[in-house]
């Protein structure tokens, strides 16, 4: 699973070793978090000079050295973990199952089991620093009748404070997951790694007190019902004795120990604190901007160089701190832009400047297909829905979502519906039959069969859409921009569609009939499933998830709109040789395709509402919004564009569509 | 040095200075002797009789309803919810009469209110702002010279289109556009005391609000028809502890937004779309007041209320420190090139300039080079014999504005308010920036008899020169142009512009230093 060996130049030379970084400054931060943790753990405000200098003798003793040793080790697996697992793409589940799948997915438990183990051993040097009655597992017994026997009892203590430390570790590891804190986010300014560490380190630290709070909390109520278990297990297989003296843990008076429940909570902010404290400074430390060269005189290293780096597809990050870099140089630096602009020395061809935005905007053009993919995807979903409703009970309602079926007269459905159960193979008629004629046919003649098929469905099921892709791919997309017009013709003679119908058909009624049976059975059992409610919330998209996966890359898209669009206007004065003149239709069009795309997007229900603002909280979620981020840089990207050739863009060559579109942001009407 | 004793005399009272045409100031009686011009951005007035702002006081709806027996716990949860600590705290200390709370409980809360009440009296030694109540610190630092008791609070126009955003007393929003009638006004539960107003660049829609609680960012679509956008359109970014928010100042790029407040040390940095943000915090300063960012994008002035500024570099975001010698900095404006920073000081009546190498993004972690700022002019009070009297002119400097071509310079002078003939008044300079940087008296713009110029601005693509926009405090906005030739500047392109060559300091400059410590 730990795929360490990563051979890619990028990852070699600056990941490892950005990683090795950080995880280095956590190690050094170590020995003053863990200070700060014993001063804290014996402070006595009656005391204050004895308490002090107590504290200072015993940092230096062996007990904490010792600690700080198995501390380093976990700070090393933990930045092993957080190297591992980082990702610069989130990964958003779109259902309640696939959260789940995600958490119990193997790589997961191996993440949580260490993370664990881990814990446990921090509270393990918790407990030994703090020490008094927390230090050792075992003690000798005090209580008269085991004296006689003189063994040893276990210390609960000790054994509530490993537990403890296992359980934080595993809700560490499952927040981690939940909260996508594997993602690495890339700042929206750029600062020194100081500064931004210092900037973030309140945060930090408030987060793990809030959260090591919340974790006592749920431990002492787990502990508080199960905790006989562990308790019970540890004794029998080290043959220690219960000293019945004490309160045990698992009872209200023994939980309600304001110094135990004290202690417990700082040494779990201790706990969580460092490791967040690593896990920031990979974030910091991965996400610093890394230069690029543009062109490079050695041929051994033009592979380095920032075309070809942004031309790979693994390893994403590199991609992107290339595209952060392209961004960064087209906006503040003239003479990397002057490099790009520049032509190849024998042959003068403008080889960076065509491999840098030929790769933006294929990035871009990914970006704009997958959005009509969605959009088709979902509107053929939105537009079967209302019809078999609509079919049932009130046909003129059926339009709501579709363009061509809001002229439909009711009259003339009627009789379609009361003709779909004479011939089981519509669904082969149709399609067998639209084809010769205007693919226009094709949605009324589909709505009796769907009914059919669908039969007694429930359309809000999560099926619904799913079952009736295949027959919306077969149509194509056209179908759905059908023009009224098309239809009068038929509306005088309705009995014109099934006529044609008996030759093609006939061979593939039967095997169809047997289809049709196991797609009904199919229907039936997902209809039963569907009415359970436990299934349903599983299976139920989430809403917006799929607008949150679709947009999750769009850092990527972010830059590359920066980047090109800063290089555009700057090309208006600094381009002497007119490369960018060559590619900027292209750029134009792209740009303005997307825009159409993204504000078709922003149409469908669930786009455009916001997730509620958590302000102040140290876990990221920018990717959230990141669609929104997309949609203002495109905009500015476009504007930026329009105003700095003005009118001169009226000679460059669009389609007619696109035209109407810049001629908006030539107005200011976007 | 340029000083006010060059300046033509004022005009006698009565008269209005209506445009610049052939380097003179032409001036009528009467606003309507103007001769339209082809092209007009509307005038307005708008009196504060038609305005109703509300009167309520902060937190005071609560004495207006009926008192109602809530148990203790209730209300101390509400407090909390309400008021954080130290609401808690007054409750506590405050219910001793009921005798519900242990005694040792109320004794605690008290001892921990004065506590509290000692250290923010400590705090607010050091720093006197902090001891005003939210609107009066608002009307401290505001660029406006009234802004508590005119009728326009804040001006903004758009940086591409013919529109403007002007933000009145009723806490109300209204965009005038030069093309069509249709006015929206915007209003939204949270916008109170608009301080500042900042149209997104690169957008057509955007519009920033510095209120008191928060900045609203409202999408106003240029080309709806409807008169009250709903609130809907309004984006709501607040930050605890960083209230009240006194100016606003969009990246060029359009990509960020920067808000500062006076209590709190740290400007934010905002991602607008992701409705996220990044606090830059320096000790020192004790709060960020106002924030001018150069128009090519590479620095950022940001006033504290203490006798210190701050000049950060927007590639790394770095700053410098400069410690002015009497005063906070007031207020500052950037050449168009964004070489050349203006600024001046509470307390004298001069105009410092600053120079920086122009290489953004070359030069990183450090903000400029310059040692010292030098006295370009020096505004204070002089006489002038006029056909009424004697007038005099000249004082503190409340706004500095320059215009985006880099040819006038308005500057906002407040009048002595000990004395009644002096009134405040807009001194107009002509500027040069290359090859030698050079203020030229160019006239007093003055307005109807009884009313002071209260706010201005120039609009940011007036093609026949520079158009001023200025607000009068008896609720008229007036547009003033100045028709000139432009002498040959390049048109100022985004991001990066030509190195401006040094002004040979001898001749008209007298040096005068302040301290520069390179800060991190």
Request: hydrophobic share 40%; glycine share 6%; proline share 6%.
């Amino acid at each position: 699973m730990l795929s360490l060996g990563h051979d890619h130049w990028f990852i070699r030379k600056v990941v490892f070793w950005r990683a090795a970084a950080s995880i280095a400054w956590s190690v050094l931060l170590l020995p003053a978090s863990t200070a700060i943790f014993v001063l804290l753990s014996r402070i006595s405000v009656l005391h204050p000079i004895e308490w002090i200098t107590g504290s200072l003798n015993f940092l230096c003793g062996s007990y904490v050295i010792f600690s700080i040793v198995l501390l380093c080790l976990v700070v090393l697996i933990i930045g092993v973990f957080i190297l591992e697992f980082y990702t610069v793409v989130p990964s958003i589940p779109c259902t309640q199952i696939a959260l789940i799948v995600k958490v119990l997915h193997p790589q997961q438990f191996i993440h949580s089991l260490v993370h664990s183990m881990m814990g446990m051993l921090v509270s393990w040097c918790a407990a030994v620093m703090i020490g008094g009655r927390y230090q050792f597992l075992t003690s000798p017994c005090i209580a008269e009748e085991s004296a006689v026997a003189s063994s040893m009892c276990l210390n609960e203590y000790h054994l509530f404070f490993l537990l403890a430390g296992a359980f934080m570790g595993y809700s560490y590891s499952l927040l981690y997951v939940v909260g996508n804190m594997n993602y690495v986010s890339f700042p929206n300014i750029q600062q020194n790694k100081y500064l931004r560490f210092k900037g973030t380190l309140p945060l930090v630290i408030k987060h793990s007190a809030v959260q090591a709070l919340y974790s006592v909390r749920n431990y002492c109520i787990t502990y508080f019902f199960l905790g006989y278990i562990p308790r019970a297990w540890i004794c029998t297989t080290m043959n220690l004795q219960k000293d019945r003296t004490l309160h045990s843990l698992d009872t209200l008076t023994g939980l309600l120990d304001f110094s135990l429940l004290y202690h417990l909570w700082i040494s779990g902010t201790f706990l969580l604190a460092t490791w967040y404290m690593t896990w920031l400074l990979f974030r910091i430390y991965t996400t610093e901007v890394y230069c690029f060269p543009v062109q490079s005189s050695f041929s051994e290293d033009a592979h380095q160089c920032l075309p070809k780096v942004l031309s790979s597809k693994q390893p994403l990050i590199l991609k992107y701190l290339a595209l952060q870099d392209f961004a960064l140089l087209s906006q503040n630096s003239p003479s990397r832009r002057q490099e790009v602009f520049s032509l190849s020395q024998p042959g003068g061809h403008p080889h960076n400047w065509s491999a840098l935005s030929g790769e933006c905007l294929t990035t871009l053009n990914d970006l704009t297909q997958k959005l009509i993919a969605y959009q088709e995807a979902v509107s053929s979903n939105g537009r079967t829905k209302p019809q078999s409703v609509g079919s049932d009970k009130r046909p003129s309602s059926s339009g709501s979502s579709a363009t061509s079926l809001i002229v439909e007269p009711t009259s003339w459905q009627t009789p379609r519906v009361s003709m779909g159960p004479k011939t089981p193979g519509s669904v082969f008629l149709r399609s067998s039959v639209a084809s010769p004629f205007t693919p226009d046919l094709g949605s009324p003649f589909g709505s009796p069969a769907m009914k059919r098929l669908t039969g007694t469905l429930d359309p809000s099921s999560p099926w619904h859409g799913s079952v009736q892709s295949p027959h919306v791919m077969r149509r194509g997309p056209k179908l759905w921009t059908s023009s009224s017009g098309a239809e009068t013709p038929l509306n005088g003679s309705p009995q014109s569609g099934p006529a044609p119908m008996p030759s093609p058909v006939a061979g593939a009624q039967k095997p169809s009939i047997f289809s049709l049976w196991i797609q009904n059975r199919q229907e039936q059992v997902k209809n039963v499933l569907a009415k359970r409610v436990l299934i349903m919330y599983l299976f139920n998209k989430l809403p917006e998830a799929s607008s949150q996966a679709l947009f999750a890359e769009s850092q990527a898209h972010i830059w590359a709109l920066e980047g090109l669009s800063h290089l555009v206007a700057a090309s208006y004065t600094e381009d002497r040789f007119g490369v960018v003149q060559t590619t900027l239709p292209d750029i134009l069009g792209t740009m303005l395709t997307l825009q159409e795309a993204v504000d078709k997007h922003f149409k469908l229900p669930h786009a455009s509402s916001k997730p509620a603002r958590t302000s102040g909280s140290l876990v990221d979620t920018s990717y959230k919004t990141l669609r929104f981020a997309l949609r203002a840089s495109l905009k500015t990207a476009i504007y930026r564009i329009t105003i700095t050739f003005g009118e001169h863009l009226n000679a460059v060559q669009v389609s007619a569509e696109q035209r109407k579109r810049l001629q908006q942001f030539l107005e200011y009407k976007e | 040095m340029c000083s006010l004793s060059l300046f033509p005399p004022p005009l006698p009272a009565g008269h209005v200075t209506l445009y610049e045409s052939n380097n003179e100031l032409v001036s009528a009686t009467s606003l309507d002797n103007y001769q339209r011009q082809d092209w007009d951005p509307p005038s307005l007035l708008i009196l504060k009789e038609t305005l109703k702002p509300h009167n309520r006081l902060e937190n005071s709806s609560k004495a207006a309803f009926i008192h109602h027996q809530e148990t203790l716990w209730m209300r101390s949860a509400n407090a909390w919810h309400d008021a954080g600590l130290s609401g808690l705290l007054d409750e506590i200390a405050n219910s001793a009469d009921e005798g519900k709370f242990p005694r040792c409980m109320k004794v605690g809360a008290c001892c921990s209110l004065a506590i509290l009440r000692w250290v923010s009296s400590f705090h607010g030694s050091l720093f006197p702002h902090l001891t005003l109540s939210s609107e009066d610190m608002v009307a401290e630092f505001s660029q406006a010279a009234d802004w508590a008791g005119c009728s326009v609070r804040a001006l903004a126009w758009h940086p591409h289109t013919d529109k403007f955003a002007v933000a009145l007393l009723d806490d109300s929003v209204r965009v005038h556009n030069a093309k069509s009638s249709t006015a929206p006004t915007l209003k939204h539960r949270l916008q109170r005391n608009v301080s500042a107003l900042a149209w997104k660049p690169l957008c057509a829609s955007a519009l920033a609000l510095a209120c008191q609680n928060c900045v609203l960012v409202w999408h106003v679509d240029p080309s709806s028809l409807s008169t009250r956008p709903s609130s809907g359109c309004a984006q709501v970014l607040s930050q605890p502890g960083h209230s009240p928010v006194t100016s606003l100042a969009w990246s060029p790029s359009g990509a960020i937004l920067l808000s500062a407040s006076p209590v709190d040390t740290a400007m934010m940095v905002w991602d607008v779309a992701g409705e996220s943000c990044v606090p830059l915090q320096r000790v020192g300063g004790g709060g960020v007041t106002f924030l001018s960012w150069a128009p090519d994008g590479s620095r950022v002035l940001a006033a504290t209320p203490s006798a210190l500024f701050r000049v950060w570099e927007t590639s790394m975001w770095t700053c410098e420190r400069w410690p002015t010698l009497t005063g906070r900095c007031q207020t500052g404006c950037w050449s168009p090139d964004g070489s050349r920073l203006l600024f001046s000081v509470q307390g004298e009546s001069v105009i410092y300039a600053l120079s920086f190498a122009n290489t953004p993004g070359e030069l990183l972690g450090q903000a400029g080079d310059s040692k010292s700022s030098v006295i370009v002019a020096d505004l204070s009070e002089t006489t002038f014999e006029t056909s009424s009297g004697e007038t005099s002119v000249g004082g503190e400097i409340q706004t500095l504005v320059w215009d985006p071509r880099g040819e006038r310079l308005a500057v906002l002078l407040k009048g002595n308010p000990e004395k009644s003939d002096s009134r405040s008044i807009i001194a107009v300079f002509k500027t040069r920036t290359s090859p030698i940087f050079e203020l030229l008296p160019c006239g007093f713009v003055q307005g109807e008899e009884g009313a002071d110029p209260h706010l201005i601005h120039f609009h940011p693509h007036f093609e026949k020169g520079a158009l001023l926009t200025v607000c009068w405090c008896n609720g008229r906005i007036s547009h003033i142009p100045f028709y000139f030739v432009s002498a040959g500047v390049p048109r100022p392109s985004l991001g990066y512009s030509p190195p401006v060559p040094y002004p040979s300091r001898g001749s008209e400059v007298s040096e005068r230093l302040l301290y520069s410590e390179l800060g991190s």
